[in-house]
């Protein structure tokens, strides 16, 4: 069976949206990874469904690098600022 890996990035700095542009086509033919911007997308249910099952399938994980409770949103906000996140942060309500 054939794997193949991907990875979809939602989100960023203009900085990082950049880089990506920039450097994208380069580490793509010298890296062997495919690198490469969709641009802003457009939601459909088909499109929102197959991203259900292929999140439900274990097929693709998002990067959660901290959880923070409602009550400390701030700090999660300050955190984010430093731009050294390298996950998505969570912010749970309970």
Request: proline residues 3%; without cysteine; aromatic residues 8%.
């Amino acid at each position: 069976m054939a794997f193949e890996a991907a990875a979809v990035v939602a989100g960023g700095s203009m900085a990082q949206i950049f880089q990506s542009l920039l450097w994208g086509p380069w580490i793509s033919k010298k890296g062997g990874k495919q690198i490469g911007f969709m641009g802003i997308a457009k939601r459909n249910q088909k499109d929102l469904v197959r991203l259900k099952e292929l999140l439900e399938a274990g097929r693709i994980r998002p990067v959660i690098e901290k959880r923070y409770p409602l009550s400390k949103a701030a700090e999660a906000i300050a955190y984010l600022e430093k731009g050294h996140v390298q996950g998505k942060l969570v912010i749970t309500v309970e």
